[in-house]
């Protein structure tokens, strides 16, 4: 195997061992032979570097399809941890970065993780996995903003550097940690300015809280709603009367049943608008010409 994953456990076993045990289960208690539930790539590491035997933790119920879940991963942070304890301890850089299988730029990058970010921004992040460069562009950041930031990654479980890029491109110059005091006042809006990009950004953030806590009711059901109008209209009988007495009606039930996604849906709605605005705006016309028709058929009274 090839992925980086499996390249790091390799470098790691090479350099200081095996920390995590297998997790094996005796499949028939008269056999020596035992079934691997978790550490299938420390396994694999473990024969090609050749080492035969392994520490091994028993388990004693089948857990063969949920052991994975079970186990806890260790986040960004606590790795953080785990490698400033090792530096403390007298372990190198450069032995790091071997059994990490990284350049000596990723490990000062995960040493310096926390530098600059507020103790609210850590506890926030204390269970969270996400790279290095997050905390690079939240240190652009003052505390406060900080801790804004995150919580609107957070609500939207996309804590990616671009998603922090873009936040910090909607931060105040006031709110920045990156900006001079003097390129901040030659570049800084108006106050009223300031304060309705604050409101909008507010109102989105309250909008997007909302929305989110009533998109599974609202889509199950849109997804029911779509069912039982494709039934509806499957009978020719119930179409051919909603055709002759509403037929806007049976053009948006068509509509509803023929869309497949909600962006094919709001395209669909615009076009239908754009429609009806130059259908209403050509009925003045007719109506003028027809109009100028009828005076010019009647007779001359004089």
Not at 75 to 89: G, L
């Amino acid at each position: 195997m090839g992925t980086r994953k499996y390249r790091q456990i390799v470098s790691s076993i090479k350099e200081i061992g095996l920390i995590e045990p297998l997790s094996v289960i005796a499949t028939n208690p008269e056999q020596t032979e035992f079934l691997l539930l978790d550490g299938h790539l420390r396994a694999l590491a473990l024969k090609e570097l050749g080492i035969p035997n392994a520490p091994s933790l028993f388990a004693k119920d089948d857990e063969t399809y949920t052991y994975n879940h079970r186990i806890n991963r260790l986040s960004t942070i606590q790795e953080h941890y785990m490698i400033r304890r090792a530096i403390d301890r007298g372990v190198s850089k450069d032995r790091l970065a071997r059994a990490f299988n990284v350049n000596l730029t990723s490990i000062n990058r995960r040493i310096n993780l926390l530098s600059g970010i507020c103790p609210v921004a850590i506890d926030l992040l204390q269970d969270k996995q996400f790279t290095p460069d997050v905390t690079r562009v939240l240190r652009n950041m003052k505390a406060a903003r900080q801790v804004e930031a995150l919580e609107l990654m957070i609500a939207s479980n996309n804590i990616t550097v671009v998603h922090a890029e873009a936040l910090l491109k909607a931060t105040p110059p006031e709110q920045r940690t990156d900006t001079p005091a003097p390129e901040r006042e030659r570049r800084s809006a108006p106050l009223e300015q300031i304060v309705k990009l604050e409101k909008e950004m507010s109102q989105v953030q309250t909008h997007y809280k909302e929305a989110e806590s009533h998109y599974g009711s609202d889509l199950l059901n849109l997804v029911v709603a779509k069912g039982y109008l494709t039934k509806l209209l499957a009978n020719l009988a119930v179409q051919s009367f909603i055709q002759r007495h509403e037929p806007e009606i049976l053009k948006h039930f068509e509509l509803v049943v023929n869309t497949v996604s909600m962006e094919e849906a709001v395209q669909q709605r615009n076009a239908s608008d754009q429609m009806t605005v130059g259908h209403d705006l050509q009925m003045p016309l007719a109506d003028g010409a027809s109009l100028a028709e009828s005076e010019l058929s009647e007779p001359d009274d004089l």
